[in-house]
């Protein structure tokens, strides 16, 4: 199936401060989302991004499809933005398992005051 | 309001001992999946449903099995947990497009369930 690898494993950023998260995948993206997690555990779709960039508030991402990567951007980071960043790809869609969604490791996030 | 429900939210249990996490959604989604949260792993899925009566294995199925035979309802069951499965466990829905596949929606999450087995 495919692979996903997300970077950087971990963030520190300052309340303020932009960063940029990336997911690079080992087959073609079609179906990738983008997630967070809060630091209580509750998991939140923040993109569906298969292709081109979405904004939403201080967030948005890029989808490269060609290049096999996306990109997530926090700029202004607020202490609401900590916890973890997941990508995730429905691998399988040329095949019969086509339900089958494949997480990165993820990108711990937190925003100090 | 819709969502997911999982249950129980937090389980300890002993080795063995068969439990069941159940899972409802309230939007008429025909996709339905399992998945476990470890340190380090992210999330894995362990089953995934296209619609009822059609359920089929993720990435890590052993020691699990699941049903559905209700649109709402995908229970997912360890018949004897192990030490191994001790895990945060996310039930998640969503629609499926018409191409024919769920990448394209939305998926909505439950809370999670945070299992112990002893």
């Known amino acids: 199936g495919i692979q996903v690898e997300q970077s950087p494993p971990d963030l520190i950023l300052q309340e ?27 998991l939140i779709n923040l993109f569906y991004i298969p292709s081109g960039t979405k904004q939403n508030g201080r967030l948005s991402a890029t989808t490269v499809a060609t290049e096999r990567y996306s990109l ?5 980071s607020q202490t609401t933005d900590s916890g973890v960043y997941f990508c ?21 996030v937190v925003v100090t005051p | 309001e819709a969502q997911v429900t999982q249950n129980p939210r937090y389980l300890i249990t002993v080795t063995g001992k068969k439990l069941t996490v159940t899972c409802s ?17 992210g999330l894995r899925q362990i089953y995934y449903s296209m619609n009822v009566e059609v359920t089929d294995k993720g990435d ?59």
């Open chain 1, 16 to 42: 303020g401060a932009n960063s940029t998260l990336r997911c690079n995948f080992s087959d073609s993206v079609n179906n990738l989302q983008w997630f967070h997690q809060n630091p209580w555990g509750q």
């Open chain 1, 72 to 76: 997530l951007y926090i700029s202004s």
């Open chain 1, 88 to 108: 995730a790809e429905f691998s399988g869609v040329t095949t019969d398992s086509w339900g089958k969604l494949q997480f990165g490791a993820g990108t711990q």
């Open chain 2, 25 to 41: 959604q309230n939007m008429n989604h025909e996709y339905m999946s399992w998945y476990r949260q470890d340190p380090g792993l």
């Open chain 2, 60 to 118: 890590v199925p052993e020691g699990y099995k699941v049903s559905r035979k209700e649109k709402r309802n995908f229970p997912l069951i360890l018949e004897s947990p192990s030490p191994n499965q001790t895990s945060l466990y996310f039930c998640a829905s969503s629609l499926i497009q018409g191409q024919g596949f769920p990448g394209a929606n939305v998926l909505t999450f439950g809370a999670g369930s945070r299992l112990t087995v002893l």
